[in-house]
């Protein structure tokens, strides 16, 4: 069987370079830009925003350390018990927290956040949810979703490898009641289900986050400078590729992630895709009605050396520009810096309630795999989204 994302992301946290001195400092850059100024709210108790996690199943089991809450979520969170999460964690990850993660001198000149913190962690078996809990002093474990939302001001579901299945269920009482929400991908596993959970969001006015961390990549932000200083030209075209080897199943999770790579230049309005695969390697073309087309490798190998993970390369007129997760080479140490950007625009949403992705890009990401799906059916033909979209 290929390996997976976490597999990889657990043989490879091993593989730890170390972190200079030089890291620290260094500044978040904002990954959306507002052309508008926004208000900025301050927290209901004037110290902290509660945020309520609740952790996904992965087909009806929990994910007993999910990483989409304990590497993802905990920055929202301003301390840690380290030796007791040490505890819970594989001999990488215990390693990455200790020099990375939670390493003051990884903080980006601005972490732990001033104005937020967990206050509750649901999951449906309360053992699994005390672990976290013990980790992160201060955070209790919610007996129900229910009464959970009526004592937080923000709501962060994680899912590391779920299918989305049970995500509806779970962020309903949170967006019902009109809290910003960060809902993982898969989001709604099918269009239908992640149309149904858009719907909510706009009836109620809940401001709603969804996305892969691909998209809050330091690599990312110099390609919107260079589009900005309009040096190189207009893009021309995008190859998004990521390894962890290619699998029908896979492709409806680990897909998502290219999907959102080419989204996060090219922007929503995606009109088709088609898609191929043989052995253990997809390759898609997204077409725009009238932008530059886009490419996806799904399953590419020669990203497993020097621990790339994923590669996306921007195509302008007079250059290219190829970026990885990797920070001056560091894939750790740019990994950090992804989840801790995501994480940081789900904080910016919560002061704010202005939505940093629109919609149409979430809803576009969840018909581009279903329409590369269909594709494999069909010869390969070129899907065009309208036809999942119905």
Same mark, same amino acid.
């Given at each position: 069987?290929?390996?997976?994302?976490?597999?990889? #992301?657990?043989?490879?946290?091993?593989?730890?370079?170390?972190?200079?001195?030089?890291?620290?400092?260094?500044?978040?850059?904002?990954?959306?830009?507002?052309?508008?100024?926004?208000?900025?709210?301050?927290?209901?108790?004037?110290?902290?925003?509660?945020?309520?996690?609740?952790?996904?199943?992965?087909?009806?089991?929990?994910?007993?350390?999910?990483?989409?809450?304990?590497?993802?979520?905990?920055?929202?969170?301003?301390? $840690?018990?380290?030796?007791?999460?040490?505890?819970?964690?594989?001999?990488?990850?215990?390693?990455?927290?200790?020099? $990375?993660?939670? *390493?003051?001198?990884?903080?980006? +000149?601005?972490?732990?956040?001033?104005?937020?913190? $967990?206050?509750?962690?649901?999951?449906?078996?309360?053992?699994?949810?005390?672990?976290?809990?013990?980790?992160?002093?201060?955070?209790?474990?919610?007996?129900?979703?229910?009464?959970?939302?009526?004592?937080?001001?923000?709501?962060?579901?994680?899912?590391?490898?779920?299918?989305?299945?049970?995500?509806?269920?779970?962020?309903?009482?949170?967006?019902?009641?009109?809290?910003?929400?960060?809902?993982?991908?898969?989001?709604?596993?099918?269009?239908?289900?992640?149309?149904?959970?858009?719907?909510?969001?706009?009836?109620?006015?809940?401001?709603?986050?969804?996305?892969?961390?691909?998209?809050? /990549?330091?690599?990312?932000?110099?390609?919107?400078?260079?589009?900005?200083?309009?040096?190189?030209?207009?893009?021309?075209?995008?190859?998004?590729?990521?390894?962890?080897?290619?699998?029908?199943?896979?492709?409806?999770?680990?897909?998502?992630?290219?999907?959102?790579?080419?989204?996060?230049?090219?922007?929503?309005?995606?009109?088709?895709?088609?898609?191929?695969?043989? +052995?253990?390697?997809?390759?898609?073309?997204?077409?725009?009605? /009238?932008?530059?087309?886009?490419?996806?490798?799904?399953?590419?190998?020669?990203?497993?050396?020097?621990?790339?993970? *994923?590669?996306?390369?921007?195509?302008?007129?007079?250059?290219?520009?190829?970026?990885?997760?990797?920070?001056?080479?560091?894939?750790?140490?740019?990994?950090?810096?992804?989840?801790?950007?995501?994480?940081?625009?789900?904080?910016?949403?919560?002061?704010?309630?202005?939505?940093?992705?629109?919609?149409?890009? $979430?809803?576009?990401?969840?018909? #581009?795999?279903?329409?590369?799906?269909?594709?494999?059916?069909?010869?390969?033909?070129?899907?065009?989204?309208?036809?999942?979209?119905?």
């Amino acid at each position: 069987m290929p390996e997976n994302r976490r597999e990889w #992301m657990l043989r490879s946290a091993a593989q730890l370079a170390a972190i200079g001195s030089g890291a620290a400092g260094a500044t978040a850059i904002q990954a959306e830009q507002s052309p508008q100024e926004v208000k900025t709210a301050t927290p209901p108790d004037g110290k902290a925003w509660r945020v309520g996690v609740i952790s996904a199943r992965r087909h009806g089991k929990p994910q007993r350390i999910n990483g989409h809450t304990w590497h993802f979520a905990q920055y929202l969170h301003p301390t $840690i018990d380290l030796p007791t999460a040490q505890k819970h964690l594989d001999p990488g990850n215990k390693k990455y927290f200790e020099e $990375i993660v939670r *390493n003051p001198s990884c903080d980006f +000149g601005i972490l732990p956040f001033p104005d937020t913190r $967990i206050s509750h962690y649901y999951e449906a078996d309360p053992e699994v949810a005390q672990l976290f809990a013990d980790s992160f002093p201060g955070v209790q474990v919610a007996t129900s979703l229910e009464k959970m939302v009526d004592e937080v001001d923000a709501v962060w579901l994680g899912d590391a490898s779920g299918t989305g299945d049970d995500h509806y269920d779970l962020i309903a009482p949170a967006l019902s009641k009109g809290l910003p929400t960060f809902c993982d991908k898969p989001i709604g596993q099918t269009v239908q289900g992640t149309r149904k959970i858009l719907e909510l969001a706009r009836k109620n006015k809940a401001p709603l986050l969804s996305g892969s961390i691909f998209g809050y /990549e330091w690599g990312l932000e110099e390609v919107r400078r260079l589009q900005a200083k309009g040096e190189l030209g207009e893009v021309q075209h995008v190859v998004a590729s990521m390894m962890g080897g290619y699998s029908p199943e896979g492709w409806f999770v680990y897909g998502q992630h290219p999907c959102w790579s080419v989204v996060a230049v090219l922007g929503a309005g995606v009109e088709a895709v088609s898609l191929y695969a043989r +052995g253990n390697s997809a390759h898609g073309l997204v077409t725009y009605p /009238e932008g530059p087309p886009a490419e996806i490798w799904y399953g590419r190998p020669d990203l497993y050396v020097g621990n790339k993970y *994923n590669e996306t390369s921007v195509h302008f007129q007079k250059g290219v520009y190829r970026y990885s997760p990797a920070i001056e080479g560091n894939f750790w140490f740019g990994h950090h810096y992804e989840m801790f950007n995501m994480a940081r625009a789900f904080r910016e949403m919560i002061r704010t309630r202005v939505e940093p992705t629109s919609h149409e890009a $979430i809803l576009d990401v969840t018909a #581009m795999i279903y329409a590369g799906a269909k594709s494999l059916k069909e010869q390969s033909r070129l899907v065009p989204l309208a036809e999942v979209l119905q």
